[in-house]
């Protein structure tokens, strides 16, 4: 039996499988079984409460889960499915409640990834799944970071090597009128306006929306994707002086830096200066920062702009830190 054939019958049978997508690794259960979907939480460690994201192997099966389509969303598939954007919409009676967290809409995409869609197809049905990390932690890009996350929580977790994007897919809510983007990712705000014709609101920091309440979020949580060392994101000018402030206080840093040469005797590490390079190490450089057994991580702050934004908004997470989660 194959890899693909063996992970069918684990997600048949009611079990959990780690697989690859474009984005991040994903935790996969049968979306129709709640008893399966539970089984994500239990490994997450996850309030129940989180909605997932249910994954398709194509466009013609969305009818199957989400009513009342708009017209843009046909759009938006066109031009990004298979692709990293998620559409939360009004969600089919049959969607179990265990998948949308009890709310009225669910999340739903096609992801990008070869390895995801031979899966998706050979399943032949939606598969409900979060990003493959305990509840809180660093998103999985790799196959090892599953099992460092979940280890023998999982019975088998699909190697698509490592994730080309690396952050987690972007979020558009088309639940509500009005587009509303509840998670930045890699498909820009500039890239959905194009087709849109509108520029988006954005929503995840919103308590209340247009005077409904916003939907549940988890990735919008203040402090997520976070290491359990203290993160700082210190700017260029200001990131030999806050290096040595640490050593006068006897802390030891860590630096993950894009354009300050290194300060000798200092464990010093680079990241691209360019963001979809950034963006595809993002996840791995801060696993690799937090096993440097550091007291501090200090981060160069990226550029600004609109290829930036969703780095910045992991960044800002990250820099909450993991106890506030
Ligand atoms: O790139 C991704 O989206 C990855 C890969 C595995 O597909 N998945 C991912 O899943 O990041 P997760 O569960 O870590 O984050 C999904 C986000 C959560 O913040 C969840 O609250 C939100 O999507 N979400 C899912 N269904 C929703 C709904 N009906 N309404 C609002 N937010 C929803
Ligand atoms: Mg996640």
Known sequence: MN????AVALLRAGDIVGFPTETVYGLGADATNPQAVARIFQAKGRPVDHPLIVHLPADDHLERWARDIPAIAWDLIEQF???PLTL??????NVPDAVTGGQDTVGVRVPGHPMALDLLRAFGGGLAAPSANRFGCISPTTEAHVREELGDLVPLVLDGGPC?????????DLSRGRPVVLRPGFIGDDALALVLGQSLASG??????????????SGSLAAHYAPATPLEIVVADQLLGRVDSLLREGRVPVVLAHSVAPMA??????ASGVAPQYGHDLYANLRALDAASADAILLEAPPEGIAWEAIWDRLRRAARGRSEA
Not at 88 to 93: E, F, G, S, T, Y
Not at 165 to 171: A, C, R
């Open 204 to 217: 995840s920091h919103d308590a209340t929306l247009f005077g409904a309440p916003a939907p549940t979020v």
């Open 265 to 270: 005797g200092v464990d010093w590490r680079f």
């Open 3 to 6: 890899e693909i054939d063996r």
């Open 164 to 172: 080309q994007v690396g952050i987690e897919s972007t979020i558009v």
């Open 88 to 93: 939360i919409l009004k969600r089919q009676p």
């Open 81 to 83: 499915w298979p692709g």
